[in-house]
């Protein structure tokens, strides 16, 4: 045995001398280096590699400027990133890129379209309107020759690979391009395929048979000339549209009634009469979205009462809520009080349940016909809590309290346990009474903690979209407005309705909303925010 633990202590490594060591520690911070380099690689690739589709699908639909944006950015993210030096600018991209884009972009892009006539009918630039117009009102040419057509598709865009029965050239296009020479695979004289594009089967033109048939490819970059239509995907025929086109005069003629259409600078080619020709296209219209939203009396009545119900609506939700969680945070305070936890439990189970769900139950026990409410609790009766505007707005806060007061609790019983039992006792010793003692000692110093959460809760029920439009939908709406609003609407879910409901959706005005809504909330922080600071003294 003493054999053995000698052979075992000669097998001993012996010990690194302090070069070994160092050498040992370069060689792993090299291998650490190492592999947070491959790590920098993979990640950047990926970015790298998504910023190159961008730039190739933007190359095909000529968006220049973007496109230019996008090269630009994947340069200096790439250059930040391999350099030795930018360490602080390593941090800070990622925020300033998000930041930029859902912030400075999105709202930057909502003030321009508020400033220009974008909505139904008003969607596209001059040229696409033009084209539509013309594929609108076209007419087949009784002596049309027959053309080959093959269905060709490119990122989800329907084209047709023409064969000229003339020459035998082939040709490619568009709802949006004309018909442009192109090389292509010919089998019996009849071009079949084409590089960059898939051949549709005749199974899948017979099962895309609406959109083939809505193809209208213009023959030429003149839209007088006509364009091609196929009805089953494999032979295509001229027709001619019913309207002309002047590109010098800038107007419009119905060639069967004679009737001229000009461009008077609204977006529209539009008759002596007053007549337009829908689609338009979208132009800049400057304040006239803002002006329109507060000078047009069928707009401008709903627009205040909107308003006034979204003021009413977040101050007296606020106000509820934070007095009710207030008050049961007080409750809880009582040192007597036997099953807290249980209690607790109880009380926050309103906010651990998604709030687009609860208002979903919520507006089925209110259905006037069948809800629990009128049918169990009230034994028939038929209280309209959705359906009276009143009423509806009752039911509206009574909804939101159930939903917002739970989490008012949370923070003011964490804000209460804050304070020093000190500061009670020395109000007992100097003879004030409890209600004394809450009102100008606790209540100022919790506003002190909860007075931010406050503002943010104001903020969030200003805009509290999921709540309307689950619970109310809006309703019920005004009778006398032009624009789909209710009694219940938030200006959040009124600019919803003129943007995505209906069949005019204005987005123009939507986004003039929009920005109006923003200036109100900033300029209600803002001052909040200051008043605030009076509090922090007593801290």
């Known amino acids: 045995m003493t054999d053995t633990l000698s052979t075992a202590t000669d097998e001993k490594a012996p010990p690194q001398t302090p070069r070994q060591r160092s050498a040992a520690r370069m060689a792993d911070a090299a291998g650490g280096r190492l592999r947070w380099l491959v790590l920098k690689i993979v990640l950047l690739a990926i970015v790298d590699a998504v910023a190159l589709y961008a730039v190739f699908v933007l190359f095909l639909h000529n968006e220049w400027l973007v496109l230019t944006l996008v090269t630009a950015v994947t340069i200096l993210v790439n250059w930040i990133y391999f350099s030795r030096k930018k360490i602080p600018a390593k941090y800070l991209t990622p925020g300033v890129i998000l930041l ?96 960059g594009w898939t051949t549709l089967s005749f199974a899948d033109v017979l099962s895309r048979s609406n959109e083939v048939e809505e193809l209208a490819v213009a023959y030429s970059d003149d839209p007088n000339d006509g364009a091609l239509r196929t009805q089953d995907g494999q032979k295509g025929y001229l027709y001619i549209s019913t309207l002309e086109y002047d590109s010098a005069a800038d ?89 807290k936890n249980g209690y607790r439990i109880m009380l926050i189970l309103p906010y651990a349940f998604p709030a687009f769900l609860s208002a979903l139950i919520w507006a089925g026990m209110m259905n006037k016909s069948f809800g629990f409410i009128n049918q169990v609790l009230l034994g028939g009766a038929e209280i309209g809590w959705l359906t009276d505007p009143w009423i509806a707005k009752f039911s509206v806060l009574l909804v939101n309290l159930w939903l917002g007061f739970p989490y008012m609790f949370l923070v003011c019983m964490g804000a209460l346990q804050g304070i020093p039992e000190e500061v009670n006792e020395a109000g007992v010793m100097d003879g004030a ?39 109310t939908g809006g309703g019920p709406r005004f009778e006398d407005a032009t624009i789909p609003a209710g009694h219940t609407d938030l200006l959040i879910s009124m600019v919803y309705k003129v943007a995505f409901t209906g069949q005019n959706r204005d987005y123009g005005l939507a986004s003039a909303f929009t920005i109006l809504i923003f200036i109100v909330v900033a300029v209600i922080a803002v001052i909040s925010f200051r008043k605030t600071k009076a509090l922090e003294e007593l801290n």
């Open 433 to 471: 009474s409890p209600w004394q003692i809450f009102r100008r000692i606790k209540l100022p110093l919790l506003l002190v903690t909860v007075a931010p959460l406050l503002i943010a809760s104001f903020a969030f029920n200003f805009n509290n979209f999921n709540l309307i439009y689950m619970l």
């Open 100 to 195: 930029v884009v859902f912030q400075i972009f999105t709202l930057s892009y909502t003030a321009y379209i508020g400033l220009t006539n974008y909505g139904t009918g008003h969607n596209g630039t001059k040229d696409q309107a033009v084209a539509s117009l013309m594929r609108s009102s076209l007419v087949r040419v009784e002596d049309s020759p027959t053309f080959d057509v093959t269905v060709v598709e490119r990122f989800n865009e329907l084209g047709l690979l023409v064969t000229d029965p003339t020459d035998g050239e082939a040709s490619l296009g568009t709802n949006l391009q004309p018909l442009e020479p192109v090389d292509a695979t010919m089998e019996g004289g009849k071009a079949v395929a084409v590089d």
């Open 251 to 339: 107007t419009m003629t119905d060639t069967t009634t004679g009737t001229v259409y000009s461009d008077t600078g609204e977006g529209a080619f539009t008759s002596e009469s007053g007549e337009q020709l829908l689609p338009g296209w979208q132009v800049f219209v400057g304040f006239d979205n803002f002006v329109r939203a507060l000078t047009d009396t069928a707009i401008r009545g709903p627009l205040l009462a909107v308003t006034a119900w979204t003021f009413v609506f977040a101050i007296v939700s606020v106000a509820t809520t934070f007095f009710l969680g207030l008050l049961l945070a007080m409750l809880f305070q009582n040192k007597r009080m036997r099953f």
